[in-house]
T-cell receptor, first 117, second 116 residues
Framework: AQKITQTQPGMFVQEKEAVTLDCTYD???????LFWYKQPSSGEMIFLIY??????QNATEGRYSLNFQKARKSANLVISASQLGDSAMYFC??????????????FGSGTRLSIRP | KAGVTQTPRYLIKTRGQQVTLSCSPI?????VSWYQQTPGQGLQFLFE???????NKGNFPGRFSGRQFSNSRSEMNVSTLELGDSALYLC???????????????FGEGSRLTVL
């Protein structure tokens, strides 16, 4: 079965420092997608970044980048120059391809990131 | 474009009652997924609907059910509520593959259910 593992329940980082949130996954499907979502205390899930399994380059979106190491099955999120507003829960997720047009997205357990001023 | 709208945002029920939660997806999105989020279990997939048909179902008891209407709006129902059903219920809509390159989920703010 496909699985997402986030081993860091919580992290504290000084403002303006870079931070890496770890994510490993397990799948036997050659075609999959990896996502990172942010969940502030308000509860809404915010999509941050996406990496397809066949993408040759690491995805980047502003201060977010995804360090994709396919052979190691890892998809770590890197946030550069952290800000106080980055304090939130972060979830790594993977799309399971069930059949040609149907898939579901499963989530890891999350990492709570706290930014210190 | 309006986002995903979930109602009600908060509700309190007692054991044995039943509850219905509503979700209006982003216009043009035909897929609606439901997740249960609890501190202990994290985000657990409940089910996904597409064009009024349930395509996928998570590992939840039959007390959890859902449906989707022709306008893509979705409802989920939990019958015979238990204390453990207290959770944040998140609805998400998406443009499915292959129409979307990524198929990412767009989430609503959730319905927080407390069962007493």
């Amino acid at each position: 079965a496909q699985k997402i593992t986030q081993t860091q329940p919580g992290m504290f980082v000084q403002e303006k420092e870079a931070v890496t949130l770890d994510c490993t996954y397990d799948t036997s499907d050659p075609s999959y997608g990896l996502f990172w979502y942010k969940q502030p205390s308000s509860g809404e899930m915010i999509f941050l970044i996406y990496q397809g399994s066949y993408d040759q380059q690491n995805a980047t979106e502003g201060r977010y980048s995804l360090n994709f190491q396919k052979a190691r099955k890892s998809a770590n999120l890197v946030i550069s120059a952290s800000q106080l507003g980055d304090s939130a829960m972060y979830f790594c997720a993977m799309r399971e391809v069930l059949y040609s047009s149907a898939s579901k997205i499963i989530f890891g357990s999350g990492t709570r990131l706290s930014i210190r001023p | 474009k309006a986002g995903v709208t979930q109602t009600p945002r908060y509700l309190i029920k007692t054991r044995g009652q039943q509850v219905t939660l509503s979700c209006s997806p982003i216009s043009g999105h035909r897929s609606v997924s439901w997740y249960q989020q609890t501190p202990g279990q994290g985000l657990q997939f409940l089910f996904e609907y597409f064009s009024e048909t349930q395509r996928n179902k998570g590992n939840f008891p039959g007390r959890f059910s859902g449906r989707q209407f022709s306008n893509s709006r979705s409802e989920m129902n939990v019958s015979t509520l238990e204390l453990g059903d207290s959770a944040l219920y998140l609805c998400a809509s998406s443009v499915t593959l292959p129409e979307s390159e990524t198929g990412e989920l767009f989430f609503g703010e959730g319905s927080r259910l407390t069962v007493l």
